[in-house]
């Protein structure tokens, strides 16, 4: 400070430059008298008729003269605007980008024309602050076009404020509307909603699916019991995605190990009824700590075939070994079904324990302890999830098969689905396929096989 005697004497122009930046800080400069006669003439464009002058005029908004001045005098002209003309400036001022254009269109977004309060809402989402979050959440009551704008609008309203007011409307919404709001801060991956979520899932049976959604992307093992807690009370479709909630919170992630950890403690703390019902769940997160509890089940008499049971829904081929194992010791007809049914399942999944040649060999292993033709179809089905030309040899064995030749003729059409694998052996696929069309009366399966061999692609949605 005492610096700036000396600073102002040898160098007065230094401190004209500062204290200009200072004031044009501080303060819009004003307004060339060029800069305001071209915004009258901007103004007068918009006050007429002329749909063309109209149109230039709007452009003028977006992307010519700058300065907040002109921005509030462009609001100021939106009441004395037609409702159909007020969309288009309300939009034009939107895209202009000057908070200052928020004042005027918030009375506009409360009530009148539809159109009208659907520009003035999407006004309000990119330009507006806390203070217009209650008009949007309004605005979701609301259906069609302003329903879109005002969700759209809670998504892209920004800044710290706006998110606290949006979490505090969130969690005093009525069960009409929380859901929805759930969903808005999820999609805006509001980690600081963490709490009203995990108070969510304990709440109302409308709101705790979105409750679920937002924990299945931000929860870890804090959230378990919560989660837990909400999948025992859910049923049917609800119950359904708690569990795919539950599973992707103890599979993926940095926190995967320690939410199937604390999902295992839950678990152990839990009441034989409740075990029963979280035992699915458990079983599809795997994991040796998993296994422990499976393994004490078999060795039960009395829980043995709840240990099956899981056994059967285990997320990978890890357990291959132990079905294997039990399949040959078991003489229960009924069991060795069961544990044969899992290993048709996990023979083929993705698994970084198991290479590509593992896992077919797997399924080798598995269709020679087949005593049914079914199971064998299942077998031969389930080895187009395998995308190597040793599978694709696997499945075209059981062509000439009469009892299993139509799930060959869906695994060779299945595999050729895959251009790189059909161009790679192309003499092979061309056979194959010509046995698919001789063999197989399924109408798609011949439309497709057609078009494969033709080296023609497949839309899986729609008919090419």
């Not at 929860?219 to 378990?224: C, L, M, T, Y």
Request: glycine content about 6%; proline content about 5%; charged content about 25%.
């Amino acid at each position: 400070m005492r610096m700036l005697p000396l600073v102002a004497a040898l160098f007065p122009a230094v401190v004209v430059v500062l204290t200009l930046a200072t004031a044009t800080r501080a303060e819009e400069p004003a307004a060339s008298a060029s800069a305001r006669e071209a915004a009258a003439a901007v103004l007068d464009m918009l006050g007429g008729d002329d749909a063309d002058l109209r149109a230039l005029a709007l452009d003028r908004v977006r992307h010519g003269l700058r300065g907040t001045w002109f921005t509030r005098e462009l609001a100021a002209l939106l009441p004395r605007q037609t409702p159909a003309e007020q969309p288009s400036l309300l939009r034009a001022l939107a895209d202009r980008g000057d908070a200052a254009a928020a004042a005027a269109a918030r009375p506009l977004a409360k009530a009148g024309d539809a159109a009208v309060r659907v520009a003035a809402i999407s006004l309000l989402g990119r330009l507006g602050d806390a203070a217009d979050v209650p008009v949007l959440v309004s605005g979701m009551a609301d259906g069609g076009q302003i329903q879109a704008a005002a969700r759209r609008g809670l998504l892209e309203i920004h800044g710290p404020e706006a998110e606290k007011a949006l979490r505090a409307a969130a969690a005093a919404a009525n069960r009409a509307h929380q859901a929805a709001l759930i969903d808005i801060l999820t999609e805006r991956r509001d980690r600081a909603s963490l709490p009203l979520f995990v108070a969510a899932v304990d709440g109302d049976p409308a709101v705790r699916p979105a409750a679920m959604r937002a924990l299945a992307r931000f929860g870890g093992a804090a959230e378990i019991d919560a989660m837990a807690r909400s999948y025992l009370q859910a049923s049917g479709d609800e119950r359904r995605a708690a569990e795919q909630a539950i599973v992707t919170v103890c599979t993926s992630g940095a926190q995967a190990p320690a939410a199937a950890t604390a999902l295992v403690k839950g678990f152990a703390a839990s009441d034989q009824a409740a075990q029963d019902s979280l035992l699915p769940v458990l079983a599809r997160v795997g994991g040796p700590e998993v296994m422990a509890i499976v393994d004490g089940m078999l060795a039960n008499p009395t829980a043995r075939q709840r240990g099956l049971a899981a056994l059967v829904r285990w997320p990978d081929a890890a357990v291959k070994e132990r079905l294997l194992a039990l399949h040959a010791e078991t003489a229960d007809p009924a069991e060795k079904q069961i544990v044969l049914n899992a290993l048709i399942r996990i023979a083929p999944l993705p698994d970084n324990k198991l290479d590509d040649s593992q896992r077919l060999s797997l399924l080798q292993q598995t269709l020679n302890l087949c005593e049914r033709d079914a199971d064998r179809a299942r077998v031969i089905e389930r080895a187009n999830a395998i995308r190597t030309f040793e599978a694709f040899q696997f499945v075209v064995a059981a062509l000439d098969d009469p009892a299993l030749s139509e799930a060959a003729c869906r695994s060779v059409v299945e595999l050729a689905h895959h251009r790189k694998l059909r161009d790679a052996h192309k003499a092979e696929f061309v056979a194959a396929l010509d046995k698919v069309l001789a063999a197989t009366k399924t109408e798609e399966l011949l439309e497709r096989a057609a078009r494969y061999k033709g080296g023609k692609t497949w839309d899986r949605t729609q008919k090419n």
